[in-house]
């Protein structure tokens, strides 16, 4: 089975801490998301991978960076967090089927995080 | 206009109603298409692929409209079990969900 681990279910930080969220596939793919999901908002995209040390911002990039150095890790950074940040984080890799189709999205289990 | 579109009802339907949700997307290059469902504070898993042909799984149809650029999914026989939030998957270069369709089974 792909399992994709986030590093913390609950996360508790400070307005302007730096905040690292860590993703870690085991299947070999290719392609990375981060989202957040928030009440009525749905997942937004956040930033997406499609190699190491690539990145592409997605639809709402503002306040949050992110670093592939690894095809199996892919980390979220809240450069200075800020209240608004306060949402529930998830992560998703995706491959490639022999045929060069996409595969569907396998998502880690979230991580909440309030920003106080 | 927004790339994936869908009715965030909520839907609420008696046990062995049929319902059905479609979510509409902007990009016509868009390549892959799923339906993914969500429970109550856990991740989305994937429900079923969307394929052109349209495909079956037990209960749950799903249908491509490329030409008015569309999804759909039909749950027959509704169980209680099938509440939960159902989101619409467009891939192309990006994988983008659209804001989910809840719905809730009655007894």
């Known amino acids: 089975d792909v399992k994709v681990t986030q590093s913390s279910r609950y996360l508790v930080k400070r307005t302007g801490e730096k905040v690292f969220l860590e993703c870690v596939q085991d299947?070999?793919?290719?392609?990375m998301f981060w989202y957040r999901q928030d009440p009525g908002l749905g997942l937004r995209l956040i930033y997406f991978?499609?190699?190491?040390?690539?990145?592409e911002k997605g639809d709402i990039p503002e306040g949050y960076s992110v670093s592939r150095e690894k095809k199996e890790r892919f980390s979220l950074i809240l450069e200075s967090a800020s209240t608004n940040q306060t949402s529930m984080y998830l992560c998703a890799s995706r491959g490639r089927s022999g045929s060069g189709e996409d595969t569907e999205a396998f998502f880690g289990q979230g991580t909440r995080l309030t920003v106080v | 206009r927004k790339e994936v579109e869908q009715d965030p009802g909520p839907f609420n339907v008696p046990e062995g109603a049929t319902v059905a949700f479609n979510c509409t997307y902007s990009n016509s290059a868009s390549q892959s298409f799923f339906w993914y469902r969500q429970d109550c504070r856990k991740e989305p898993k994937l429900l079923m692929s969307?394929?052109?042909s349209g495909n079956e799984d037990g209960r749950f149809t799903a249908q491509l409209n490329r030409a008015s650029q569309y999804i759909s999914l039909l749950i027959r026989d509704s169980k209680l079990s099938d509440s939960a939030t159902y989101l619409c998957v467009i891939g192309y270069q990006k994988v983008t969900f659209g804001t989910g369709t809840k719905l809730q089974v009655i007894p």
């Open positions: 969307v394929y052109s």
């Open positions: 299947m070999d793919h290719e392609n």
């Open positions: 991978s499609y190699d190491v040390k690539m990145k």
